[in-house]
C-alpha cells in the first residue's frame, strides 16, 4: 500500500492524461495556462514533469529490451513462423541496415529521454528539495540515456542541453566526450546530497526511484565500460559497502514475478501497477512477446492453472545458452532449473508440442524465469496477454556484483573478485571458486542475467562479439515433437567488423547532411 501512495503522488500529475474524453469536455480554462518557460517553477508542476520522465523511459523499455537481448547470443527471436516479425528476425540474424524500425525507434527514444530530462535540469527555477531532487534525477537519466547511445553507436551525438532551433542538426559525437559528460552527471547528481539512499535493503518506498546508489553503480559501469578499472572497483564497492541492497533469498525464479516487485535486489525498475481501471492505458508487450508460443503447444495439468497463457514466443533460449548451464552448474544445476526447461521437463509440467506442429526459432529449451503467471496479471486475458503488472527490471544486485568482480580482478584486488563472485554462486547453490580468471566472471554472468540486456554489450566490449555471434542466423531452427529441424538457411548473416557500433539510423542521415555514418555502413 506505502509503495501505492508514494507513486500515485508522483504521477498524480500526469491525471489528465487518463480522463475520458467526455470529462476533457467539461474542465473549464482558469486564466493564463502557462508557457515552457514559467511552468518549471512549482513544486506539483516539477513533480508532474518527473513523472513524465520515468514514463518516457518506461515507454522505451520494449525497444531497449528486445533490441539489446535480440543481437546476443542468449536467444533465438521466434514467433509463429518465419516472418512473424521481419525487423527481430533481422536483429536476431544481423541482416539488418540503416533502415531498421527498431534501430531507430531506439535511437530516438534514447533522445526523447534525453530531452525531457534537459526540460528538467534547464528550465526548472527555485530552489526547493523537490527542485533539486528532480533535477539530480534527471541526469542520471539523460546519462543512462548517453551510456546506451556511446555503447551502442558510439558516434551519436551529446546533447547537454535543449537545443536551440539552429541546433538540431548536430555533427558526430566523440565518445571520449560522451563519457566524460556520463561521468560529470553521474558525479554530480551522486555529490549533490538530494538523491536519497534506501534504508535498508527493504525499503520499497525510497527504491520506486533514482537513489544515489543507483547513481554509484551507473558510474561504476561507466567506469569498467572505459577499462577504468579502479574508478570502477571504488565507485560499486561504494553501492556493495552501503548494505542498502541484497541478493533475493528466497527460490531464484520468484525475483521476476510481481509479487517481488521493488525486492531488496532491485537496484531500478520502471514501475507497473495492479490496477484494473488503468489497465489500457498501462499494457505493453514485454511479455506477451516473450511467453511460449501459445498457438503451437496444448497445456494441462499444472501449467492450465500457473502460466498466464496466450503468448508470441519471441523469446528461446539456445542450445548453446542451455549447455554453458550444464557445463558450468550441471544438468541438475538449482540455477539452470530455475531458468531453462528443456522438453521433457516442459513435458512433465504439463506443456507439449501439438502433434504436427512446430514451434519456430527453437532448439526444444523454453526459458522459465521470465513466463508470466496468472497471479502476475492485473487481468488474465488469454486471448491477448498484455496485462502483467511485473515491474520493468533495468538493474539489479546480482549485476553490480558481477561488475564489481570484474572491476577489482582487472585491478589487482583478487580477493574483493572472489567473494563477489562467490555471493552470486552461493545463492545458485554453487560451489564457491578457490580463485577467479575473467572468463569465470564472464561465464557467471551470462548465466545470471542472461535475457536480461546485458549480454550484447558485454561481449562487444570484452571483444568477444566477432567469436560468439559470427556465425549467428547462418540457420534458424523449428522444434517438433520429433526434434529440431533447420530448415532456413541464410547467405547473410553473422556479426561482421561493423557491428562494433550500431549503423546510425538512416532517417537521422537524410534530415541531418552534418552527420555521417558509422564505418562498414
Known sequence: MKKNILYIALLGGLSLMNVSCESELDIEKHGNMGSMDTYYTTDENINTATASLYLEAKSNYYNWFFV??????????????????GEMEKLNEYSFDSNHGMIESLYSGLYGIIYKANLIIDKTEGDTPVMKRAINEAKVFRA?????????????????????????????????????????????????????SKSDANDQETGIRVTKELAQALLGKAYLFQGKNSEAAIMLDNVISSNKYALFAGEYDDQFHAAANNNCESLFELQK????????????????????????????????MKLAIGNYGFSNPRKSLYEAFVAWEGADGYRLGKTIMNYDQLKAFGVQVQSGKSVYGNEGYFFWKNQAFREDCIMDMSYFQIGQY???KVMRYAEVLLLAAEANLQAGNTSKALEYINMVRARAKETPLTTVTLNDIKTEKRLELCNEGVRYQDLVRWGDA????????????AFTVSGVQWNWQNTKYGFQDKNMLLPIPLKELELNPNMHQNTGW
Not at 539489446?68 to 516479425?85: M, P, T, V
Not at 501497477?273 to 511460449?292: A, T
Not at 566477432?466 to 531452427?477: I, R, Y
Open 273 to 304: 501497477r495492479n490496477d484494473p481501471e488503468q489497465l489500457w492505458n498501462s499494457f505493453d508487450m514485454v511479455y506477451i512477446m516473450q511467453g511460449w508460443r501459445t498457438s503451437e503447444l496444448s497445456y494441462g495439468g499444472e501449467s492450465i
Open 68 to 85: 539489446k537481448n535480440l543481437l546476443s547470443d542468449d536467444i533465438w527471436c521466434g514467433g509463429g513462423q518465419r516472418g512473424d516479425n
Open 390 to 392: 511485473i515491474d520493468l
Open 466 to 477: 566477432k567469436t560468439a555471434l559470427g556465425e549467428q542466423g547462418k540457420q534458424v531452427p
Open 144 to 196: 543512462l540515456g548517453h551510456f546506451e547511445l556511446v555503447t551502442l553507436w558510439g558516434t551519436a551525438p551529446k546533447v547537454d542541453h535543449l537545443l536551440a532551433a539552429d541546433e538540431y542538426r548536430q555533427a558526430n559525437g566523440i565518445a571520449a566526450d560522451t563519457w566524460a559528460f556520463i561521468e560529470q552527471d553521474l558525479t554530480e547528481a551522486i555529490n549533490s546530497g538530494t538523491l536519497p
